[in-house]
């Protein structure tokens, strides 16, 4: 990779959020051979991984790290509020990164059967998006991940909703290293379909609506006395199953 230019960090990344792993990978463009190895490398993430016992430890290592590291002020405010927003809800149970006690103690092969079992050819996407001649690239693809084999027996994919509530749930948090004091309002509501071309239009009107809300708010804002010291109006998709329509403002101490 880093012989045609790719840099681990800026280029190769990836990111695990409740309902899904994304790997990205980011090549120049100016060689059709090197775009062809990009596709090639995300296949072999996609279905050659050797899940050695040896790495396998090593990466665990690398986890707990990563959650040390993120252990801020804002992560142990979103301790107390997941619990209220996801109110209910299978997601509440735990982040994606996981507990502690599991990263440190699980068998080899209850990973590799998570692995078998969830990352899979019928549950993933290609996105490719670049200078390059659309129809080649897509032949490219179907070529290079044309041969990622099916499950022979896939587990069905259940979905985990976020259910409703009669009453207003709310969570008051503190912690001595926050830096702003911020109120949110959270309208939960079914994710929407966004496979229609009538759903993409509702996206649009939903999204004029925020900058209209958004640039009162910011005038209100400009005021000699302002209500709060900033303000924002936007809709949020919290998992696969639910999204939200959120007020927030940030006021300031004491008011």
């Not at 994304?22 to 993430?45: F, K, N, Q």
């Not at 969570?171 to 939960?188: H, L, Q, S």
């Not at 910011?218 to 924002?232: D, G, T």
């Amino acid at each position: 990779l880093e012989s045609i230019g790719v840099a681990f960090g800026s280029d190769v990344n990836a990111h695990t959020g409740f309902d899904a792993t994304v790997y990205e990978l980011r090549v120049p463009t100016d060689s059709l051979d090197t775009v062809r190895t990009g596709l090639e490398v995300l296949a072999d993430w996609a279905g050659g991984m050797l899940l050695d016992g040896a790495e396998i430890d090593k990466e665990r290592k690398v986890i707990v790290e990563e959650w040390r590291s993120s252990r801020g002020a804002a992560a142990r405010l979103r301790d107390q509020q997941l619990p209220i927003l996801l109110h209910g809800a299978r997601y509440a149970q735990r982040l994606p990164i996981g507990q502690l006690a599991v990263i440190d103690t699980f068998a080899h092969d209850q990973l590799r059967a998570f692995h078998r079992a969830w990352y899979r050819p019928e549950l993933m996407a290609v996105i490719a998006v670049g200078d390059c001649d659309r129809a080649w690239l897509e032949e490219q693809i179907r070529a290079v991940f044309g041969a990622l084999p099916a499950a022979a027996d896939p587990r069905p994919r259940p979905a985990f909703p976020v259910p409703e509530h009669r009453e207003t749930l709310f969570a008051i948090t503190t912690d001595p290293e926050a830096t702003a004091t911020r109120v949110t309002v959270y309208v939960k509501s079914p994710a929407p379909d966004q496979s229609t071309v009538g759903a993409y239009r509702r996206q649009l009107a939903g999204l004029l609506y925020e900058r209209m809300v958004n640039q009162r708010l910011y005038e209100l804002s400009m005021l000699a006395e302002p209500p709060f010291l900033s303000a924002a109006s936007g809709t949020s998709l919290l998992v696969a199953t639910a999204q939200a329509q959120v007020l927030s403002c940030q006021v300031a101490e004491g008011k």
